[in-house]
Structure formats: C-alpha cells, structure tokens
C-alpha cells in the first residue's frame, strides 16, 4: 500500500513538471513576447534593452529554471493586460468555477446515479430505454449547444432565468445543467454497465442463493464493488468538467478561471494563459491522484498488484 | 435502492441547485426609496487605474470615480471641473487655477500638489496615458491653488489636455501607486464599494461631492459582451441601461410598455486605414477604386438598420471646422475595376484586412461584407482579427499590412483626426507613407492663430485627404441605447455615459 | 477498467447474449435506430461530397438585401428554405459545405490518432518492459491534462488552421486506441499462432505487422468510429470559439458562433447548425456501438 502511494506520489511530481515544461514551451514558441509588453512608441534600443532586463535573451534552459523557482513561490508573472499579478488573477476567479463544477457534478450525479441503478435492475423497461437515449444523446450533443438552446428557451423566450452573468438568483442553474450532461450521460451508462456485469457475479448469485434480501445485496455486494468504476469514471469525467468549462463559462460569460484562460488567449496575454494553464492542470493532476488513492482504498485487489 | 430514498435524493438536488445560487448575492431590488441602477457595457474593465486607462467604456466607469481639470460633456459643451479657470500666459504657458474645497475619497483635500504628483504619474515610461498629454512639457505648482503650466510648443489642444489631467491623491501616489488599480481613491461623484472581478463593479454616491449630488445613489457596472444577453437582461429587468443595442432588436424594445431605445449619431467613425507605404495602396488609383467598390449605403440600410451616416472626410459633421462639401465615393464597382486595370492589376490582388471583433456595432459582420464587396471586384482579402487593445496596439506600431478597420473618435476640432493619423510626424502617421502636402497644410493650419484662414486650410485638408482616399470612408455609427423609461438619462454623441446627472423615476 | 459494452438494452441494439455471433445484416435490420444512423450518415456524407453540385447557392455569396431570412417554415420563402444568415448566405448551402468540414477534418484526425495509436499500442504490447511503462506513462500524461484547454492554447499559439487542428487533434487522441490495442496485443502474445511464427523465424516487425495489426485493426475501426463523433464536436467547439474553422468558410462551429448575436431575432440561426452536429454525433456514436457488437462484442473498453 505504502509503496503504491509512494509510487503514484512520485509520478504526481513527475506529471506537475512536465505540466510546467509544457506551458513553459507554450510561452515561447510565438515568437517575441517582448514585443507586446512595449508601449507603441518604444525603439528597438528598448526592445533589447527590455528583453536584456527580463532575462529573456539567456537561454531557455535556464528561463526554464528560473520559471520554476518563480513558479513554486507563487510568482506566476504579471498579466499584460491587467498590469496584476497572473497568480493572484486566477485565484480571484477559482470561487466561480469550483462553484460551477460543482454544482454540475451534482447535477451529474445526482441524476445518473438513480439513472443507472434503475436502468440496471430492470433491463429492458421504459426508464432503461429513456435512460440509454440520454446516455447517447448526452454524449454526443456539443456543450455549447446545449447552453445556447436552453438560453434561447429559458432566458429569451420563457424569461424565467438569467441568460448569461453570475449573482443573480438562479444564475448557475442553465450553466450547471449544461456542464453536467456530459458527465451525466457518461456516468449513467458506465454505472448500468458496471451493475449490469456485477449482477451476473458468482459471489452475487451465491448471496441470493444463500437467501440475502434484495436490498441487502445490492447495498452491501453490488453497489461496492459497482461504486469502483464509477468513481473511475467520475476522475475521467472530472477531466471533462475542467476542460468544459472552458466553453461553458464562455458561452454564460461565467466569470471563472476558463473563460480568464480564454480571454488571456485572445489577448495574447502570455503571462496570465500560462498561470491559468498551469494552476488547472495541476489540480486537475492533484486530484487524480487523490482519486486514485480512493480507488485504492475501494478495491482491494489493487493494493496487492 | 428504494423509490422513497429516489424521490428523496431527487428532491435534494433541486433544493440544492436551487438554493446554492441564493447565497451567491444580488437579488433583485425589492425597496423603491434608494435609487439604484444597472448598466451593462459591452466590455468589462480591466483596471481603475487612470495611467493605464484604455476604451471608452473604462474611461466611462472611472470617469464616475476620477475627475480631470476639466471636462467635455456628452453634448460636446466644455466645462470647468477641478481646474475652475485657466490662462495662457505666453504662447508656451498657461495659468490653471483650482477649485476650492474639493476632497477626495479619503479625506484629502485636493492641491496643486496633488496635479503635479498626478501629472508624474501619468506620463511615466509605462502608462499608456501618456500620450494624452504629450503636449506638456511641466506643471508647477505656484500655491496650493494655482499652477503654471508649460507646454512645449504653441498648444492648440490645450483644453483636450486638461480634460486628461486625471487627478489622484499625491499621498496615495507617493506610497502605494499600484493600489489605484483596484482601489481608486478619486474626486470623483461616486465610491467604489464592491468589485467582482468580472461580475460586478458596485459604486456608492459620493456624499462629499463638490459638485451636485448625484440622484442615483448606488450604480452597478456590468460588462457583458453579447448583444443579446445585454437585452435578454433589460427585458428581464435586470438591468437599466444597456449600450450598442443591435439593429435587430430595436423595435422589439421600442415597442415594450417600460423600456425604450434612445439612439444618436455618434463621433465614432468607422474607416479603412490603408497601408499607403507599399504596393498595392501605395497607388492613389487603387485606394479610390477600394472606395467605389463598397456600397457604404447598403451596410448602413441592411447590417445597421439604418442606423448610421455616410462618411466623406475624417471628421464628424458637428466637430469644428468640419468641410460639408466634401462628397463621399458613391458606389460604383465598373468604377472601381477601371480604375484598377488603370493601376496595372486587371485581375485584382490579395491582401491583408485586419479588424477588431466585438469592439464596435457589428465590426465582424462589416467586416465580412466588405470582404464579399471587395471580391465582386477582384481583391481578395485575407481576415486577421485580435482582441481590441492587443490588436490596436499592434496596428499603431506599423506593423500590419494591407488595411485596417480603425475607428476615430473625433470630438475637438477636425485638426485632432489628422494630427493622430495622417500627419507624419503623427502618433499614427506611418501608414500614410508620408505625404508632403498634409506635413505642409498640417503644420500651417497648428501655428495659425486666424480662425477663418485656419478654417480654409483644414477645409482644403480635408478635401485633399478624400481625394487622395488614404483611407476608405465608411460610415458614422449612431449609437443606440436600451433603457428603462423610469431612467431619465440622453443618449450621448461621444460615448460617454454620464451617471451623476441622470435620475430615476419611481 | 473493465466495462461490459452495453451502451442500449438489448431490445434497441439486438440481442448478444455470448456465443456465435449474429448476421450483422440480420441485427442492423433488427434495429431501427441503427438503420436511421446510417442514414444520417449517408445524408451527411454526400451532402458532403456533392455540395459542389447540391447545394443552391454559393456557401459565400451575400445577399444583404435578404440577410436574416427566415426558414420556411417560419415564414420565409421557398427560394431559401432553410432562411439566409447575418449576411444573406443561404444557410442550406453553408450546412452542406460545413458537413464537408467536419468529415474531412473528423476522419484526418481519427486517421492520425488511430494510426498513432494503434502503432503504439501494438509496440507497447508486444515489447513490454521499459518501452511499455514509458508510452503508458506517457498516456497517462496526455490524460493527466486538462485536454480541452491544452488544444486551446496550441492552437492559439500556433494559429488556426486546417493542418494545425488535425495536427492537433490527431495528436491527442491517440491514448484511447493504444490502451486497447495494447490490451489485445498482451493477450496475443502467448498465442499458438504468434509463437508459431516465431518458430519458423518471423521477426519481430513481420510479427507485429503481418499477424498482430490485422488482428487488431478491428478493434481500432471500433474506438475510431466512436472517437469520430467526439472529434467532430470538438472540431465544431474549436471553431464556436473562432480558433477553428476561419470565416467565412462555413463550418457548423462557427456558423453557430456566429449566431450568437441573434438568438433573440433569429433564433433559428443557431439551432439549426447545431442539430446539424448532434445528429451526426448521435449517428455517429450509434453506428459505433452497433461496429462494436459486430466486430468484438466482448472488447474490453
């Protein structure tokens, strides 16, 4: 166990530094950054003497280096265009999305558990079908769709919820359904799956042999071992969730750390899309690697590997 | 699991989704005492900082919480504001005397130590207001209430000046600038009490005020770029005030029971800047075939609703010394293919068409049109776009080729235009290749002090430009508001969103 | 991870309790939601390849006199059925050459990942050891990154094109086929047929070439068939948020982004291009599963 914790924990720094090597790469493969921190009326005197100032005409190991230091203090340069720290930029806006996430987990969850449960027990029926339809239909329809359809019905039409903007009440409801489908499609489907295989387990049929009631298998036998991939598959779909909110938060103008990424993006704000890239990939590998600490601890069979 | 633990949990998640966003604040206002409004620009600011100010709609929010030396009102009126008089004493310096008794946020009453800090602040290496005030070569205090002020040449722009002469706190200057960014500390009509980044910018009345109290008590600035969410939220009474309403939308608020539209020809102009450096632009004859080639009026009637005016020279029909004799190019593409046979290209070209997107009313789609009217003539374009200040401060480096959408706003005097973009020696000038003849008219008409001989050299200035088409003439946009008829509030022709003298109606 | 592939009940999909495997005629027949897929698909793919002849208009032509036209049905007239946009392009036009888009782009990139992946696969599979552990790593770490974000920011930096986004998508996509190939590759290994082989004095290339691949490619036209639909949705995200697709060439991504501006006036702007891509995902997705069943219903996912 120990060793297998050890092990993970070290390829979880492995991962956070080719993280940083990559958004560091990012950075500088677009030719001058110098060019676009200078006011219009600066010279190329200036330009060579600010590249000089910032250390930008060492080599790129040893950027890479310094970036690193900086980057493990917290110094995670400054935006562009916000004249601010980057760092201090991303935290403002990670309440926004955690909140966003969240609440679409939730919503994901919440549904696609019963969902899945059901549609396993009984195979074949109304709410397996249902059940399957939004599984597909939920995987395949764009995220950004979703959001603009149910803003046009819900906001424009209907006028029963904010069309875009986070503080008013109910705001993150139309955000939060549409991250969550997807997860909620994905996580339907592996759970009826998982169950389904569970079900037909030997240990399960001996423990509806031996006379267990219905509820005390599925609870004590089936769901544990069911729950595995499930919580598998909710690491996968947290991946999904991170990513989505990228287009999401665009699409409500959510004002979360996916959207701050965007705009540094179009700006061309170097600073700021590499402190954004950075701090959502290394929770994102932070959390798995959590998450794989839970799976360990859920199935046993791991463990001895 | 059991159909009563199902029901359960189903009940728990719309319990939860449904009280979660409560606690995230802002409800709709319930008490109709305070008087509290909402207006959604179509940008969310970046800084409060005034040396780092860029975009009208930066310039408007900080405008609530900063004043100047003095100010221009949204019907082109000059007005006193912190500086209550000013008088040149040579032809190179000036006397400006301050207003008594105005404090700032923090209790600080105001000084001339505080313009001279301000004035240091404010044309340092990186502040990109800097240019503002170029013309100036020193402020000095002479005593607490007076300052002498000296220009490095005859200034003629003197009063645009002062109105860019933001003051702040020499205390605050002195020790902790950077604060300013998101802690302003103005004279200004209104606090700032909340700041969301990205959600919400909250302003107090300022009870202190030196001029009129405003009637509004609480504002709340928003910036939310799509057009249709910005009316979604009006309709829904979430907001008051919104800017840039789309052509498309317009009757449907006109003919709402508590919402109207009130629209005005704007300053703000929208143009081509042609690279005239270099082939193609470099021949006059292609540039004026560019200009027949596009039905201006058409992108007026269809993508603006008609909500526009026919460009003919660089100025706007009201500002001073604008020449109403120019003609605009009419549309004539058999016109524009001649001309550029003449010029030696019988099959047309390519060549690079950068514009901003979202900065102004429908830029992508003009853009697009434009492209699709350019190609029935054989010019291919090739689309580049950016984010607006990324893109604009590229451009005003020299570097992009081919033409520009590029809008001017043009308030003091038809000179203004023409001393940023075509003059040489101009902020902008590099695009026009150098032309001797706007150097030479430019330089005579900046030292004449006889209004009516200077009035005839910019008239030739600006027929000369059209004739010479350095730029393709689009159009003078009208801007349009949607707003709460409860909001008494006019439509202004430059932009600026003036708060402290609106009021609302209960 | 292991999971039973049962992505319908078997009433939709048609029966597969194990054994023998059915006719797959027999089974798609069996199926009506199967049947439709395909003929979406057929839809889309010669819309596709005969826009050039089918479609009424050029995708580029504006008409602003007749920009935002309604569809028919909405009371717009027949020469435009499914309306005119923003700037009077007729809409059918600009779905038809936007199917052109998401194929061409959807296949290349499944192409390059699947290649890649399956190549991977087979090479992690068949050496193990050291090799092994650094590709599966390495697939880990593709994983271990937030994907949407990463495309995002190499586009950005490296601009949008047609080359840069199946460069880009091909080049992330690749994990899901490796894990898999490399799964069956494992198990193949000890067979009689493979050692056999090695008997006569196969080397390893014509092993993993002339024995291995064609075993596995089955189950690469599987995961590539269901990596299609999401391929074709993060084509259309991509060009949604204007790093895609360049306009004016039509592409349902962008034409949807571009409606953006019009949801209140012309709603239809933005639903129909968007439908467009759902259903080509769902058929897509539905085709996949049915693949899955006929080729190895038992493939572990």
């Known amino acids: 166990m120990i060793r297998f914790v050890v092990r993970r924990l070290l390829v979880t720094i492995l991962m956070l530094f080719l993280v940083a090597l990559t958004v560091f790469m990012l950075g500088h493969l677009t030719g001058d950054p110098v060019r676009l921190m200078v006011p219009d009326t600066a010279t190329e005197e200036d330009i060579a003497t600010l590249r000089q100032t910032l250390g930008l005409d060492r080599p790129l190991p040893i950027q890479f280096g310094d970036f690193l230091i900086h980057a493990v203090q917290g110094d995670l340069g400054s935006s562009l265009r916000y004249r601010q720290p980057a760092l201090t930029l991303v935290i403002e806006r990670m309440p926004a999305t955690a909140e966003l996430s969240l609440a679409a987990m939730l919503i994901a969850l919440v549904v696609a558990i019963p969902a899945g449960l059901i549609s396993a027990r009984k195979r074949g029926s109304w709410a397996d079908a249902l059940t399957s339809v939004i599984s597909v239909v939920g995987q395949s329809m764009p995220a950004f769709w979703i959001g603009i359809m149910l803003i046009i019905i819900f906001a424009v039409q209907l006028r029963l919820l904010p069309a875009t903007g986070r503080g008013e009440t109910f705001s993150l409801v139309l955000p939060a359904i549409t991250l969550g489908l997807w997860p909620m499609a994905r996580i339907a489907r592996v759970l009826r799956s998982s169950m389904l295989e569970v079900m037909h387990e030997d240990y399960v049929r001996t423990a509806y042999a031996k006379g267990l009631a219905d509820k005390t298998v599925l609870v004590r036998h089936q769901m544990r071992n069911a729950l595995i991939p499930v919580v598998t598959v909710t690491a996968l779909t947290f991946g999904s969730i991170l990513g989505g909110t990228v287009i999401t938060e665009s699409v409500f103008a959510w004002p979360g ?49 | 699991m059991t159909r009563r633990a199902l029901a359960t949990l189903v009940a728990t998640i719309f319990a939860l989704s449904v009280c979660a966003p409560a606690s995230t604040g802002g409800g709709p206002q319930s008490s109709p005492k305070p008087k509290e409004i909402t207006v959604l620009q179509s940008a969310d600011i970046k800084t409060f900082d005034p040396s780092m100010a860029f975009g009208s709609h930066e310039l408007n929010v900080q405008a609530h919480v900063f004043d100047g030396l003095a100010a221009i009102d949204p019907e082109l009126n000059q007005k006193e504001w912190l500086a209550t008089s000013w008088k040149m004493l040579t032809t190179t310096t000036w006397e400006v005397k301050l207003r008594e008794n105005v404090k700032f946020h923090n209790g600080d009453t105001m000084t001339a130590d505080d313009v001279v800090e301000s004035f240091k602040y404010l044309t340092r290496e990186e502040a990109s207001a800097r240019a503002n005030l170029q013309g100036w070569a020193t402020v000095e205090k002479v005593d607490d209430k007076t300052l002498k002020i000296t220009t490095k040449a005859p200034d003629i722009r003197f009063f645009g000046e002062l109105t860019s002469m933001i003051v702040m706190p020499a205390r605050v200057l002195r ?278 001989k200077r009035k005839q050299i910019l008239a030739e200035m600006e027929q000369y430009v059209s004739d010479q088409a350095y730029w393709a003439f689009l159009y003078f946009q009208d801007d349009v508001f949607g707003l709460n008829k409860k909001l008494k509030w006019r439509a202004p022709s430059n932009e600026k969103i003036w708060l402290w003298e609106a009021d609302l109606e209960s | 991870m292991t999971v039973r592939n049962d992505a319908l009940p078997a009433r ?20 009506p939601a199967v049947l439709l897929s395909f003929g979406a698909i057929a839809v889309v793919v010669i819309a596709a390849i005969g826009a050039h002849v089918l479609a ?184 949604f948020l204007g790093l895609g697709v360049q306009p004016p060439t039509p592409s349902w991504g962008n034409m949807l982004g571009e409606a953006r501006d019009y949801l209140i006036s012309n709603f239809w702007l933005a639903t129909l291009p968007g439908i467009a891509i759902s259903l080509t995902a769902i058929s897509v997705n539905l085709v996949g599963d049915w693949l899955r069943d006929v080729l190895d219903p038992h493939l572990k996912m």
């Open chain 1, 257 to 305: 750390v996916g959207r701050l990424a965007l705009e540094a993006i179009y700006n061309r704000d170097f600073p700021l899309m590499q402190a954004t890239v950075l701090v959502v990939a290394s929770i994102f590998v932070v959390i798995n690697f959590i998450l794989d600490l839970l799976y360990v601890w859920l199935d046993p069979r791991i463990r001895l590997r």
């Open chain 2, 175 to 452: 020790s902790n600038p950077a604060s300013l960014a998101d802690k302003p500390i103005g004279t200004g009509p209104y606090t700032l009490t909340e700041w969301a980044k990205g959600e919400r910018i909250v302003m107090a009345a300022n009870s202190n005020y030196w001029g009129a109290k405003p009637k509004i008590t609480k504002v709340t600035w928003k910036g939310v770029p799509e057009a249709s969410a910005r009316i979604a939220a009006l309709q829904a009474g979430q907001a008051d005030l919104v800017v840039n309403v789309p052509p498309e939308s317009v009757t449907v608020l006109s003919s709402s029971a508590n919402l109207r539209v009130d629209s005005v020809h704007s300053l703000r102009n929208i143009t081509l800047i042609f690279d005239a450096r270099v082939a193609p632009f470099k021949d006059v004859r292609v540039r004026q075939a560019l200009n027949y080639a596009i039905d201006k009026e058409s992108i007026i009637r269809n993508i603006l609703g008609g909500r526009g005016a026919v460009q003919a020279t660089p100025s706007y029909e009201r500002t001073p010394n604008h020449n109403a004799s120019v003609k605009p190019y009419p549309y004539d593409p058999e016109k524009a293919k001649q001309l550029l046979r003449d010029a030696g290209y019988p099959n047309g070209f390519e060549v690079e068409f950068h514009h901003p997107t979202g900065r102004w009313i429908k830029d992508v789609e003009v853009t697009q049109a434009i492209a699709g009217m350019l190609e029935k003539v054989g010019v291919k374009t090739k689309l580049s776009t950016g984010e607006y200040t990324a893109f604009f401060n590229t451009w005003a480096t020299g570097a992009y080729k081919g033409m520009t959408m590029i809008g001017t706003l043009n308030q003091y005097d038809a000179d203004q235009v023409f001393q940023l973009f075509l003059y040489s020696k101009g902020r902008w000038g590099m695009y026009v290749g150098a032309d001797p003849k706007i150097d030479q008219l430019y330089e005579a008409q900046n030292t004449e002090l006889d209004a009516a």
């Open chain 3, 12 to 31: 939709i999909i048609g029966s597969r309790r194990g054994g023998a495997i059915r006719f797959p005629l027999q089974r798609l027949l069996a199926s």
């Open chain 3, 56 to 239: 009424p208009y050029d995708p580029l032509a504006q008409n602003l006199d007749e920009r935002l036209g309604p569809p028919l049905w909405a009371g717009g007239d027949a020469a435009h059925v499914l309306g005119t946009d923003q700037l009077g392009r007729d809409v059918l036009s600009r779905l038809m050459y936007g199917a052109r888009v998401s194929l061409v782009i959807g296949f290349m990139a499944v192409l390059v990942s699947g290649v890649l992946g399956i190549g991977i696969g087979i090479v992690s599979g068949f050496y193990g050891g050291l090799t092994d552990e650094v590709l599966m790593r390495l697939g880990d770490l593709r994983l271990a990154l937030p994907f949407v974000l990463l495309v995002i920011s190499v586009i950005a930096v490296f601009g949008p094109s047609l080359t840069n986004i199946v460069v880009v998508l091909g080049l992330t996509g690749w994990v899901a086929y490796a894990r898999v190939v490399r799964a069956e590759v494992l198990s193949m290994r000890e067979r009689e047929f493979i050692i056999a082989a090695r008997a006569i004095g196969a080397t390893n290339l014509r092993l993993m070439f002339r024995h291995i691949l064609p075993n596995v490619v089955a189950s690469g036209i599987v995961i590539g068939s269901l990596e299609l639909a999401n391929v074709i949705v993060l084509e259309a995200s991509l060009s």
